[in-house]
């Protein structure tokens, strides 16, 4: 009776048996087994998505307002409803017959099926379950047979090989290779190496080597299929890395729509290849969202751009993706007209037109024209930031201008020098500050000394060519070769304000520069450094046969320091030294000028000399007050070193003073707006303004 009655239990276990997730099972009239067939969860990398937060308590009264009205009923656990036999005998056994003692003491630790007790055909297959997670079992089955005494449960496994490697196959048929390091397999699983293959520790593995793409921002990285495990222990994992075959750009109108009113696709102004030439990101390349993320603010830097995204399109194959990126244009032109009266000019208008994207590439076109009463003066300037096909960045602008200003060469603090009516010295309408105009053009190269066109290149080279015809003239236009002081009526001294004697020259210039930029920030720095190197070489032809060399530096030192600390806003000790010299011939008007807001502050503006060669050095410290208020305490320096102008000895200026004093920076949108408080060596002081920092 007994044995008949176990052989009825076996024969409804072997009946019963269901397969469950993730493993299948194998029923026969002798056996009950699983055989796992996808243990192994892919790598699975995507761009997060922000998922939408609810409000703080939404969910607990969500959930009260699902909690049901009347008890649940319960059902019945399988296992008081299953026929139990009694269990004689547990055999754990490899197909061969031999297991390590190691591998039969992990079995024994997860099963409940134990003898002298009954069981089931659930707690069976939850025995072989158990078993399959270890993770060590490549098959496992159960084999329940009948015994005088009981059923003999036989749990018969396959261990898996000793794990020799680990293999990466990335992007299979694109001909890609992997971004990862040929050693990466190495360092994350050569632990595991010459053990038997524990496919728990093989899932951590993969999570490492997940987190190692997705921290090196590839986050489209993603296991192909189920690692493949041959029998000499290799392991192999197809990895599809997400290879962009292609970048599009999608033009889109301000409220982010694709298409018109009439459904066509909106068409932008920009060319194409302005956008994808600052995209780092190439059709062949593994997409990565680091380097996204700066190709977005590349472009969206060029300010022609309201808005600027990217979003992902399937590719023709499963494993690569169309990187689009998404612009909304804004308006990138813009005149302006004015009209106005002045001593210097008259009655004059002006007109300004400025163009940020002419023709679509990005080009800048400025232009201003004032026509006054006593004469013309006009800016045309051209830039293209980047010429086109050239790998390394280099830009250019050209322009034609004639200006007009006052020279603060010839002002002093109490006199000025004047011009004088050469046929009637005691004409004084004819007595008024010098008007050095400037008529000319020139083209400046500038380019980045770096192989990649992505990366902020440390130093950044110039050269060009200008010419200008320079000339001292009065207040209505008239050429004037001399200024003079005047002693009422009288004239005490004079001074040419050009080298030729005509009252015009000719200045032909070759111009070299270089800058290396390692400041945190260009506008407001508050670590790192800035230095500048600059040549101007004339060339003595035309009028006045000027060879003159000009030579200048410019250092400039950010510290940051916590001295008040009321404030989580950065604070700066700010350093700066500059110098230059002129060799050769010194046209008046070239003259290095000292005293000012960008020079020594508490003087006026040129007041404190003029020279050949010159240094100024300075010295900041700069705090937050609040908001968009901050604070500086200055002190400066500068000297023309004895080299003093005519001009300048004439005005008593004295070539050499310091000035100190605190002042304001109020953010604005033109940036920040200084007002400094200088105290010069000689009591004096002033208020100065400007626009950005002193350096």
Not at 110 to 138: C, H, M
Request: hydrophobic share 35%; no cysteine.
């Amino acid at each position: 009776m007994i044995k008949t009655s176990l052989k009825r239990g076996l024969m409804a276990m072997v009946a019963m048996t269901v397969p469950i997730v993730g493993s299948s099972v194998k029923a026969n009239a002798q056996a009950v087994g699983v055989v796992p067939n996808a243990i192994i969860t892919a790598i699975t990398a995507q761009v997060p998505q922000p998922k939408p937060t609810q409000p703080s308590g939404t969910e607990s009264n969500q959930e009260n307002q699902n909690l049901p009205t009347t008890p649940p009923t319960s059902s019945p656990n399988p296992e008081t409803t299953e026929a139990r036999v009694l269990v004689s005998e547990v055999v754990v056994k490899t197909e061969t017959g031999k297991i390590t003692p190691e591998l039969e003491a992990e079995i024994y630790k997860v099963i409940r099926t134990q003898a002298g007790q009954t069981t089931t055909r659930s707690q069976l297959q939850e025995d072989i379950n158990a078993i399959v997670r270890i993770g060590l079992f490549s098959n496992v089955q159960a084999l329940p047979e009948d015994t005088p005494v009981g059923v003999r449960v036989s749990f018969i496994v396959t261990p898996n090989p000793i794990l020799t490697k680990v293999e990466l196959e990335a992007n299979p048929g694109t001909g890609v290779a992997s971004v990862l390091p040929a050693e990466t397999a190495q360092e994350i699983f050569s632990s595991q190496y010459g053990k038997i293959l524990n496919l728990r520790e093989l899932q951590e593995g993969i999570k490492q080597l997940t987190k190692r793409y997705q921290d090196q921002g590839y986050v489209l990285a993603n296991l192909i299929g189920v690692p493949k495990i041959s029998e000499n222990g290799v392991v192999t994992l197809q990895i599809a890395e997400g290879v962009v075959e292609n970048v599009k750009v999608k033009f889109r109108d301000k409220e982010g729509q694709e298409v018109n009113e009439k459904g066509e696709p909106i068409r932008g102004r920009t060319k194409d290849y302005i956008i994808t030439r600052e995209v780092e990101l190439k059709p062949g390349q593994v997409f990565n969202r680091n380097i996204v993320q700066r190709d977005l603010q590349r472009v969206f830097g060029l300010a022609l751009f309201e808005d600027v995204n990217v979003s992902l399109d399937p590719g023709t194959d499963p494993s690569k993706v169309t990187v689009v990126i998404n612009v909304a244009e804004r308006s990138s032109g813009s005149i302006a007209a004015g009209a106005g009266i002045s001593s210097a000019s008259g009655l004059f208008g002006t007109i300004s037109y400025q163009q940020q994207n002419l023709g679509g590439r990005n080009q800048k076109l400025g232009t201003e024209v004032q026509l006054g009463e006593r004469e013309l003066l006009f800016d045309l300037r051209f830039t293209d930031p980047w010429i086109a096909g050239d790998p390394y960045r280099t830009s250019y602008t050209t322009n034609i201008f004639r200006r007009r200003s006052i020279s603060l060469i010839f002002e002093g603090k109490d006199k000025n020098i004047e011009t004088f009516d050469p046929n009637n010295t005691t004409n004084t309408d004819a007595q008024v500050s010098p008007r050095i105009t400037r008529l000319g053009g020139g083209i400046t190269f500038t380019r980045p000394l770096s192989d990649n066109p992505y990366k902020n290149a440390a130093w950044v080279a110039s050269a060009g060519l200008q010419y200008q015809r320079v000339s001292g003239r009065d207040a209505d236009g008239n050429l004037r070769t001399e200024g003079a002081l005047f002693d009422g009526s009288n004239i005490s001294a004079k001074i040419p304000l050009t080298v030729s004697p005509s009252g015009e020259d000719d200045l032909f210039l070759l111009k070299l520069g270089a800058q290396r930029d390692l400041r945190n920030n260009p506008t407001q720095p508050t670590k790192g450094s800035y230095l500048s190197f600059g040549l101007d070489q004339s060339v003595p032809v035309g009028s006045g046969s000027i060879f003159m060399t000009r030579l200048r530096g410019n250092y400039s030192q950010y510290l940051p320091i916590k001295l008040i600390g009321f404030s989580k806003k950065p604070e700066t000790l700010a350093f700066n030294a500059q110098g230059g010299t002129i060799l050769g011939d010194l046209p008046p008007y070239e003259a290095f000028t000292l005293g000012g807001s960008n020079s020594v502050r508490g003087y006026g503006e040129g007041r404190l000399g003029s020279g050949s060669s010159y240094i100024q050095a300075a010295a900041e410290y700069r705090f937050p007050v609040f908001s968009v208020v901050s604070g500086a305490v200055f002190f400066d320096y500068g000297s023309d070193l004895g080299t003093s102008t005519k001009a300048a000895q004439l005005l008593n200026k004295s070539g050499n003073g310091y000035g100190y004093g605190l002042g304001l920076r109020i953010q604005s949108p033109l940036g920040p707006i200084r007002i400094d408080y200088g105290i010069t060596d000689n009591n004096e002081s002033r208020i100065n303004f400007g626009i950005g920092e002193r350096f």
